[in-house]
């Protein structure tokens, strides 16, 4: 297995927001209460962390205070993609500058590329900073999928060291483990399949249901890592229909809700995504008290 400081389970943080501002003071307390629960790393800005609807300084802001805030106790890497690779690049020097770790680039959404653009866009993203970036698949939402023979190619550039895989398929995680080399990291972007992703050689998760259950989600993820499948079999079944849960409205108002219930930060989200629907609100709930968090 890579030795790699990207390992574990890596929350892929909320922003939360109060008075149509980002709440700083509970974020702040978010990332201590993650790093509290065992996490192994830090995700700020991502899908998770409404990063489509945030201005570019709140963006960079945000990750500042994500790092400031980490003070090197676990590693951060921040959310760093764009539909734009010039944009991306700028994105990818800024965490480097405040001192993230790692950046996590999503392929290029909405415009399509072909498998050469993908492979140029993160090869300029290599030529331009010298800082760890780990690629980011999930063509449910970018409209296009990074095949393996891509990532094999990306794989042998300096600074792109890995993957966060939201496709679900795990199949591609053992060609990918094949075609890629020991040293690339593998990390699954899909809680409810994380467990089969680890056993198929991956190296953790960047997770959603972690920012309302760090301990939990920490305790599973050692388990899977260490082999102790049916310690990691157990923390599945607790886990996996709040996995789900955080999914039955669009994402983040689901995890917000959650948060907002336990008393973390406000339910507040941003437009075109809307407040949780009343509708999904006792399943979330049912799911919380299931994994022992109500």
């Known amino acids: 297995m890579a030795h790699s400081p990207f390992k574990g389970v890596i929350p892929a943080l909320v922003t939360p927001f109060r ?4 709440d700083e003071k509970a974020f702040v307390a978010l990332v201590e209460r993650q790093i509290a629960g065992g996490v192994h790393g830090l995700v700020p800005v991502g899908t998770t962390g409404e990063t489509a609807t945030l201005s570019h300084d709140e963006h960079k802001r945000v990750v500042e205070l994500c790092v400031q805030t980490a ?5 951060v890497i921040a959310g760093a993609g764009s539909n734009s690779t010039a944009e991306a690049i700028e994105l990818v020097a800024h965490a480097k500058a405040v001192g993230a770790d790692a950046a996590l680039v999503v392929s290029p959404y909405y415009v399509r590329p072909s498998q050469e653009g993908v492979y140029q866009h993160y090869k300029a993203i290599n030529d331009a900073v ?20 891509t990532l094999e190619r990306l794989s042998k550039l300096p600074n792109i060291v890995g993957i966060k895989d939201a496709t679900g398929d795990l199949t591609r995680a ?10 690339w990291v593998m990390l ?14 991956g ?24 082999g102790e499948w049916e310690t990691a079999l157990y923390w599945q079944d607790r886990l996996v229909r709040l996995h789900k849960a955080l999914f039955l409205d669009a994402s983040p108002s689901p ?13 507040d989200v941003r437009l075109p995504i809307a ?20």
């Open 174 to 183: 053992s060609f990918q483990r094949i075609m890629c080399g020991p040293d």
């Open 130 to 149: 010298q800082l760890p970036v780990l690629v980011y698949n999930v063509p449910g939402r970018t409209g296009s999928d990074i095949a393996n023979e």
């Open 71 to 75: 003070r090197g106790r676990v590693p």
């Open 203 to 226: 190296h953790g998760v960047i997770s959603v249901t972690s920012n309302v259950a760090p301990d939990a989600c920490a305790t599973f993820i050692n388990a899977c890592l260490n």
């Open 188 to 201: 699954s972007g899909d809680d409810p399949t994380a467990l089969g992703y680890v056993a198929h050689g």
């Open 255 to 267: 995890t917000k809700f959650a948060m907002a219930h336990l008393g973390l930060c406000e339910a």
């Open 275 to 294: 407040p949780c629907s009343d509708a999904v609100k006792p399943a979330i709930l049912e799911a919380m008290r299931e994994a022992g968090l109500v």
């Open 19 to 22: 008075d149509g501002a980002v």
